[in-house]
């Protein structure tokens, strides 16, 4: 199972949307407080409304919580600051993939000491971003492939 973590998550149709990519690829969903809406948020649930029942979802108050629990995790850190690109790193079987809230990203202090485990998806000179539903989904399924898929059909 893979593990997606999301760092003070703003936008409630965004971690909709991501709680059904994990929903339908069994990967776990991660919250990392504080959240920019309340979880009972009309907009997410209508993102993800169907598949909350098949959603294994946690909650940490603070991103040191997370690594406390997982001490012995593999954990990759999506930034658009990262040297290393997305289809570079070697995916397998329980890894975290860590994303940063959608105005500010992981930010120094989570970035710094982990420069090493982060990672980007490439885009076009001058552009600032993907959403980060689609950054998601992305780095999901680049990690689906190389393990194929884990089994699902």
Not at 36 to 57: E, I, P, Q, V
Not at 66 to 79: E, G, N
Not at 108 to 119: Q, Y
Request: hydrophobic share 40%; glycine share 8%; aromatic share 12%.
């Amino acid at each position: 199972m893979l593990h997606i973590v999301l760092v003070e998550p703003e936008i409630p149709s965004n971690t909709g949307n991501i709680s059904r990519t994990c929903a339908v690829t069994g990967a776990a969903l991660h919250l990392v407080r504080p959240l920019g809406f309340s979880t009972d948020d009309k907009a997410l649930k209508r993102a993800g409304l169907d598949y909350w029942h098949s959603l294994t979802l946690f909650y940490h108050d603070c991103i040191e919580e997370l690594w406390a629990q997982y001490p012995d995790a593999r954990f990759f850190y999506c930034s658009t600051h990262a040297a290393r690109r997305y289809d570079e790193a070697r995916f397998r079987d329980g890894d975290f993939l860590v994303f940063g809230k959608e105005t500010a990203g992981l930010g120094e202090k989570i970035l710094a000491p982990h420069a090493d485990e982060a990672i980007r998806i490439p885009m076009g000179d001058g552009q600032r971003s993907l959403n980060l539903s689609n950054a998601v989904a992305i780095v999901v399924y680049e990690a689906l492939r190389q393990n194929d898929f884990f089994g699902m059909r």
